[in-house]
């Protein structure tokens, strides 16, 4: 059975748009998690994908980051890459 279904265009551009805006912000907890042994987040934060609200929520409520620490360490990321 050869079924052949093609998404409309704005939810190709959607998908793409979460997924980078997600990918960074799950990085970006994930190795916050490690950093800080919260062993049970960092399982969490690997399995589920909430579309980075649930990273949002780990980086600001439970590991306590404000946002200057949280652009610093995007900068100095990004900076590392070049």
């Known amino acids: 059975m050869n079924i052949n279904y093609q998404l409309p265009l704005f939810v190709n551009i959607l998908i793409v748009i979460l997924t980078l805006w ?3 912000w799950k990085i970006y ?3 916050t998690a490690v950093k800080h042994d ?5 399982v969490a934060l690997i399995i589920l994908n909430t579309v980075a609200i ?3 929520i780990y980086i600001f409520k ?3 980051k404000n946002w200057t620490e949280v ?3 995007f900068k100095n990321a990004v900076l590392s890459i070049k």
């Open 22 to 24: 997600t990918i960074p």
């Open 29 to 31: 907890a994930i190795w």
């Open 38 to 42: 919260h062993k049970k987040w960092f």
């Open 54 to 56: 649930l990273e949002i």
């Open 62 to 64: 439970i590991a306590k």
């Open 71 to 73: 652009k610093e360490d």
